[in-house]
């Protein structure tokens, strides 16, 4: 049964480019998570979504950042004109409707130039 | 606000010895309580997680103990490995949201 799968992996961009993430959740999982993580920190909630919805966003910068889930395809996590400071690793999560236990992707590494 | 944090940033053991990690917590409103383990370039891996409801909760070689009257969460690892070194992390779940709250994790290294 394979994971939560994140594309790409790595991620280069030069300021002011967009960055797109995209995430599938784990087979049976509706509920999907994105947060953020700097350098020897914690990771940092963004984004909530359930399929076609978004449940709580209260974590994503009101600018620049958006995130969907469509009804088919991955969640993909849409960052424009980057900055610097959006230099990050970057989960997705996923659960299953009737529990609590988020399962975390690999990560997709943004740098940006 | 809400925060979850952890007594030590690193913790040396050598092969064979238990560890423990331990982690506060500051939200008594939490009622989910869960731990990652992330090496290196990885993604956090589920460990063990535990309700508000149970104060020990035992899994493989890992024992979680949550302390609600002084909002103390720990890991427990018996013959901890060497390849039981990462990156520890506590997360907590209010009632309120969905989203886990991360502290800043411990660095498990374990010698040989």
């Known amino acids: 049964n394979a994971g939560v799968m994140q594309n790409p992996r790595h991620l280069v961009r030069r300021r002011g480019q967009e960055a797109r993430l995209r995430c599938s959740p784990m087979?049976?999982?509706?509920?999907v998570y994105w947060y953020r993580q700097l350098p020897e920190e914690g990771l940092k909630f963004m984004v909530y979504?359930?399929?076609?919805?978004?449940?709580?966003e209260s974590g994503m910068p009101k600018e620049r950042f958006s995130a969907e889930f469509p009804k088919e395809g991955p969640s993909i996590l849409r960052i424009q004109q980057v900055v610097r400071g959006d230099s990050a690793a970057y989960f997705c999560?996923?659960?299953?409707?009737?529990?609590?236990?988020?399962?975390f992707g690999p990560g997709t590494r943004l740098l940006v130039l | 606000g809400e925060s979850v944090g952890l007594h030590l940033p690193t913790l040396s053991v050598q092969e064979g010895d238990n560890s423990i990690i331990n982690c506060a917590y500051s939200n008594s409103a939490s009622d989910y309580f869960i731990w990652y383990k992330q090496e290196s370039g990885k993604g956090p891996q589920f460990i063990i997680d535990?309700?508000?409801?149970?104060d020990k909760r035992q899994g493989q070689r890992v024992t979680v103990l949550l302390n609600k009257t002084v909002k103390h969460l720990s890991l427990q690892i018996a013959a901890t490995q060497p390849g039981d070194s990462a990156v520890y992390f506590c997360a907590e779940k209010g009632k309120a949201g969905t989203a886990l709250i991360f502290g800043k994790g411990t660095t498990l290294s374990v010698s040989s």
């Open positions: 999560a996923s659960s299953r409707a009737d529990q609590e236990t988020q399962y």
């Open positions: 087979k049976g999982h509706s509920h």
């Open positions: 979504l359930q399929k076609e919805n978004i449940i709580d």
């Open positions: 535990i309700r508000s409801n149970m």
